[in-house]
């Protein structure tokens, strides 16, 4: 996981299967191990009930309840009022939406881990819009209130009509309560359906109900639910 290692300073590995048997975990760890590593993350199916015992056995903690969301592009559907000005993000919107990225994430599983320090988390999310910006994303929309940027969403559209996905998505902390997740969203479907793509998904966290309310608002109905494990070495 050479993001995580890059972030935090901590070789980090990943276990890639959903339902791994306890003798695969006990396998990967000791090549973990093997290789110094000093946190392991696993991604295990909701209903993974053996691997989620077994997991617990081995120390690993349940971090996080990762909710995958989907929406079906069709017609669009109603929208919230709001006087926010949508546009494409630019250079000069660039520290104000690193302190929205900074304040926007922290029902995420690095900041619950509670073993990565709460300034390296927004660290990372930080460096996430910032190189959303500079390509790694298809577009970050943004909006602006009062002359500045307030909130965005990025935006990663697939070739071929597969899904396109939502990668960030936040809002400053003064502007929320006036409508303005709806507003980014709508623009983002709308710019979805321009790809075009047949299908959306975006990530959030069980717990971060308000967000699940935002997609839910626009059309998005859970479409996965999973479990994040940590384990420190």
């Known amino acids: 996981m050479d ?5 935090f300073g901590v070789r980090t590995a990943r276990l890639v299967p ?5 003798a695969q975990l006990r396998t990967a760890l000791a090549e973990i191990r093997a290789w110094d590593g000093r946190v392991a993350h696993l991604l295990l199916e909701s209903g993974a009930d053996e691997s989620a015992r077994a997991a617990a056995d081995l120390g690993f903690r349940c971090v996080d309840v990762r909710v995958t969301l989907r929406w079906a592009a069709g017609p669009e559907p109603a929208s919230m009022a709001t006087g926010a000005l949508l546009r494409p993000a630019r ?11 900074r304040a926007s994430f922290g029902d995420s599983r690095y900041y619950r881990d509670g073993c990565y320090p709460a300034e390296r988390c927004g660290d990372l999310y930080a460096r996430w819009i910032r190189e959303s910006c500079a390509g790694a994303a298809d577009l970050v929309l943004v909006a602006e209130a009062a002359g500045s ?4 969403v990025t935006c990663h559209a697939r070739a ?17 309560g006036a409508g303005l997740a709806s507003r980014l969203l709508g623009g983002a479907q709308e710019w979805f359906r321009g790809v075009p793509v047949g299908a959306v998904i975006v990530v959030t966290q ?6 699940q309310r935002a997609y839910q608002r626009r059309g998005f109905l859970t479409h996965a639910v999973q479990l994040w494990y940590h384990l420190w070495l």
């Open 3 to 7: 993001w995580d290692e890059a972030v």
């Open 18 to 22: 959903t339902e791994p048997d306890a």
């Open 91 to 101: 250079d000069a919107d660039l520290g104000a939406l690193e302190r929205i990225a």
């Open 149 to 152: 940027a307030a909130g965005f």
């Open 160 to 176: 071929g009509g597969e899904a396109g996905s939502i990668g960030l998505f936040g809002v400053a902390l003064e502007a929320r």
């Open 206 to 211: 069980g717990r971060n109900v308000a967000a």
